[in-house]
């Protein structure tokens, strides 16, 4: 079945560091992808998707890219701030899959970012 | 705000009882997804619902159903509760349900087993 698999955490970073979150992803059909993310005693809110090969999907500072041939979706931003700290999740929809929308997650990364 | 509603926000109860969690999703939304986070088995997909009927199932145990109304709301049924039940509860709404769009979460029902 279809998995996403993410860099373990918990990554700690200061202020105005470079981030990678990395995500890889195992697809029966071509997915779309998305980065979700969680802060303390919220839901899940989309940070960025991407639907198809070499899209790049882009918000709030943050960047990631369809890489078909790598079935990868890492997480990037140039300069991180204390309120970056939170819950990233990976996911993918796959309408391949038996039909479904559903979003399967990868595990989720907790980033702590220290002033 | 996502504009999608879920209700309780809490909820206590003891094993073998019965919940009910209510989600309304976005206006115009026509889609409803449950989700259950929990430590060990992380996010899970449970069941979505389109258009009042039900379009696909996950990992949701028999004790557990859900209905979508007409008003598009959307309701998820707990039963013969047990400790493991524990977990955070998420809805989610799309608008049509194709895989290319974004779900859209509410803040979660978090239900806690004594």
């Known amino acids: 079945g279809n998995s996403v698999t993410q860099m373990e955490g918990p990554v700690t970073l200061s202020e105005e560091a470079f981030l990678t979150i990395n995500c890889t992803y195992t697809?029966?059909?071509?997915?779309?992808l998305f980065w979700y993310v969680q802060y303390p005693g919220e839901g899940l809110q989309l940070l960025l998707k991407?639907?198809?090969?070499?899209d790049k999907g882009s918000n709030k500072g943050f960047e990631a890219t369809y890489r078909k041939e790598t079935t990868s979706f890492h997480l990037e931003k140039g300069s991180v701030q204390v309120s970056d700290s939170a819950v990233y999740f990976c996911?993918?929809?796959?309408?391949?899959?038996?039909?479904?929308?559903?979003?399967?997650f990868g595990q989720g990364t907790r980033l702590t970012i220290n002033p | 705000d996502s504009g999608v509603t879920q209700t309780p926000k809490h909820l206590i109860t003891a094993t073998g009882q019965r919940v009910t969690l209510r989600c309304s999703p976005r206006?115009?939304?026509?889609?409803v997804y449950w989700y259950q986070q929990s430590l060990d088995q992380g996010l899970q997909f449970l069941i979505q619902?389109?258009?009042?009927?039900?379009?696909a199932k996950g990992n949701i145990l028999e004790r557990f159903s859900a209905q979508q109304f007409p008003d598009l709301h959307s309701e998820l049924n707990l039963s013969s509760l047990e400790l493991g039940d524990s977990a955070l509860y998420f809805c989610?709404?799309?608008?049509?349900?194709?895989?290319?769009?974004?779900?859209?979460f509410g803040d979660g029902t978090r239900l806690s087993i004594l």
């Open positions: 989610a709404s799309s608008a049509t349900g194709y895989s290319n769009q974004p779900q859209h």
């Open positions: 697809a029966t059909g071509y997915p779309s």
């Open positions: 991407a639907t198809k090969a070499d």
């Open positions: 996911a993918l929809s796959d309408e391949a899959d038996q039909g479904a929308q559903k979003l399967v």
């Open positions: 206006s115009g939304d026509l889609s």
């Open positions: 619902y389109y258009n009042g009927e039900e379009r």
